[in-house]
């Protein structure tokens, strides 16, 4: 008894500090999402302003306001990056990891070289390939060095859009997608032999894709077609952030490589398994807990990226915009506090979509051990 109550004495000042400091600003936070402050020029300043309930209001100006617009890019935007970010940097990663689990000579030297980025921060990354993607030197004159004429892609402040979509068709694209990635799931856990999770799975799934098909089509976020899509001024920031974070993803999969038993290798071989079949079916899949790691990490450094588009693009740009930059703006430069503690809120959901069901996840797997 007198241990525990020792514990419970060391261990209050750090659950006071995360009580107060973290969750109640967050609370706090949230409370300021659902009322008026900033809508009054007169009151967002105040030192003591008077604040008015308006529920999810701000929630809905951002998604079908006509003056937020730009949120809604931001928004794509994000979702893009995030996409683009955690595949280059798995896949880059992933590549030379296997390149120096070859064991070719200056191994140690590479493994510095692809490391290093990793060290750097946001800001110094941003500077640097700001002036890489300069329209008139760095990346764009590569190819003189072949003897071939430059390019003039203006990497950071181009206008253009690629896959482009009306905001409109949002809600039956997420739907679809959601409802395939359920029944994905459901086909996992019929193979797994879980039936709990391969019903409830496979009637949500159900759902959503019958209501795609049936009354998605008839939503209208807004009473007007409103395109979005790619922003082709992304590309340059996605490049940077892949080469920041490749060098991470090479060290978690290096390490992967390294403990997998060389009798597993060995008995594959002896089955008569080639080079490709035994990353197919032996090497991949014992990577997989590694990969699912690097796409938590990853994609929780995508959903809060600000410094690095700072860096590179500056503010008041909108084709980079992502959610976090176009927070800032409208909280610190346009004293809408409400509206940007509303993107605040949202994006600590987006993250907690990504976090949660992972340590959900790992608690499970250390209980059952």
């Not at 193979?191 to 939503?219: D, I, N, Y």
């Amino acid at each position: 008894m007198r241990d525990r109550i020792t514990a419970f004495l060391v261990l209050l000042p750090s659950l006071l500090a995360v009580g107060i400091f973290v969750y109640g600003f967050i609370g706090q936070n949230l409370w300021v999402s659902l009322t008026d402050w900033g809508k009054d020029p007169a009151q967002a300043l105040a030192l003591h302003p008077k604040l008015r309930f308006l529920g999810l209001e701000n929630y809905r100006e951002l998604f079908t306001g006509f003056v937020d617009v730009r949120f809604r890019q931001s928004a794509i935007n994000l979702l893009f990056f995030t996409l683009f970010f955690m595949a280059g940097s798995l896949g880059l990663g992933l590549l030379l990891a296997l390149a120096l689990d070859r064991g070719p000579k200056g191994e140690g030297f590479f493994r510095t070289v692809f490391l290093f980025p990793m060290a750097l921060s946001f800001v110094v990354t941003g500077t640097i390939w700001r002036w890489l993607l300069q329209p008139q030197g760095g990346v764009n004159v590569l190819p003189t060095l072949f003897g071939l004429p430059p390019l003039s892609f203006p990497w950071l402040t181009t206008r253009e859009q690629a896959l482009v979509f009306d905001w409109n068709r949002l809600p039956l694209y997420t739907a679809l997608v959601v409802g395939l990635v359920l029944l994905h799931v459901a086909w996992r856990a019929y193979r797994e032999g879980e039936r709990r999770r391969l019903l409830w799975s496979a009637a949500s799934g159900g759902v959503l894709l019958l209501w795609a098909l049936t009354l998605g089509q008839r939503v209208h976020l807004l009473p007007y077609p409103e395109p979005h899509g790619l922003s082709l001024a992304l590309v340059g920031v996605i490049l940077a952030a892949v080469w920041q974070m490749s060098g991470y993803t090479m060290a978690l999969y290096l390490a992967g490589l390294r403990g997998i038993p060389v009798e597993v290798l060995e008995a594959a071989k002896v089955d008569g398994a080639s080079e490709w079949q035994t990353y197919r079916h032996v090497v991949f899949p014992l990577l997989a807990p590694i990969t699912l790691s690097a796409m938590i990490v990853l994609g929780h450094i995508a959903l809060k990226i600000f410094d690095l588009v700072f860096a590179m693009a500056g503010l008041d740009y909108a084709p980079t915009d992502v959610p976090a930059i176009y927070m800032y703006l409208l909280a610190f430069r346009g004293n809408q506090f409400a509206k940007g503690a509303a993107i605040g809120i949202l994006l600590l959901l987006l993250v907690a979509v990504v976090v949660i069901p992972y340590l959900a996840s790992q608690l499970r797997r250390e209980v059952r051990r």
